[in-house]
């Protein structure tokens, strides 16, 4: 059967040259996106999509957001971290949030076919370059991973300031509800308040610069 990949990106000479890169695998079934609200709205539509490639600055994803947000909506899914920054320390933290992989936007043709088949046959690729130890994984960023969607889409609400009241208006559910998932937040997270929480959320989303 034919693997069905995603290219989430905004720039459309990279998406070309990724379909190019992809073009001569066999069994490939490429769709692409261009800002991440597009990119949902695909994953939502098509339960065939195995493989994402995501765009860490795509429209719509702020830092590491996006990858959690398709962690938590979609387990099952493959997604390979795509961007220009290769701090080893985004590297970490996007390993430790779930990404199969991460791939510079300068690695070459033969670099990109050997993660996709390193990542299809479940292993995890990153360039030997970059000097990335796998197993020092940030671990706040692992205990993100155990989160619902409606948890961590309180815990984004409340690294925001919002309040009880507001969440509950926002989600349209009670304040009884949100002060459930937030107790179950800061247990998964092992936190002792909603402001570490926040704080260390941000963090964790948080693109580190070279």
């Given at each position: 059967m034919?693997?069905?990949?995603?290219?989430?990106?905004?720039h459309p000479l990279f998406r070309t040259a990724m379909c190019h890169a992809l073009g001569g695998m066999q069994d490939i079934n490429i769709v692409e996106s261009s800002t991440f609200p597009e990119t949902l709205s695909q994953?939502?539509?098509?339960?065939?999509?195995e493989l994402v490639f995501l765009d860490l600055t795509m429209p719509g994803n702020?830092?590491?957001?996006?990858?959690s947000t398709i962690h938590a909506r979609y387990p099952d899914i493959l997604v390979v971290v795509v961007t220009a920054q290769e701090s080893p320390a985004t590297v970490?933290?996007?390993?430790?949030?779930?990404?199969?992989?991460?791939?510079p936007?300068?690695?070459?043709?033969?670099?990109?076919?050997?993660?996709?088949?390193?990542?299809?046959?479940?292993?995890?690729?990153v360039p030997e370059a970059l000097n990335v130890d796998m197993s020092d994984n940030d671990?706040?960023?692992?205990?993100?991973?155990?989160?619902?969607?409606?948890?961590?889409?309180?815990?984004?609400?409340v690294a925001d300031g919002l309040l009880n009241?507001?969440?509950?208006?926002?989600?349209?559910?009670?304040?009884?509800?949100?002060?459930?998932?937030v107790s179950?937040?800061?247990?998964?997270?092992?936190?002792?308040?909603r402001t570490k929480a926040g704080i260390a959320f941000k963090h964790a989303m948080q693109i580190e610069q070279n």
């Open positions: 034919p693997v069905k990949v995603l290219i989430a990106d905004d994953l939502e539509s098509d339960d065939a999509i702020e830092g590491l957001n996006g990858l970490q933290k996007a390993l430790a949030l779930g990404a199969s992989g991460f791939i936007k300068s690695a070459s043709v033969e670099s990109i076919v050997e993660a996709v088949e390193a990542v299809l046959d479940g292993d995890t690729w671990e706040f960023s692992m205990r993100l991973r155990q989160l619902t969607p409606h948890q961590l889409k309180v815990l984004r609400m009241k507001q969440i509950a208006y926002e989600l349209a559910i009670s304040e009884s509800t949100v002060k459930q998932h179950a937040v800061l247990k998964k997270l092992g936190v002792i308040n």
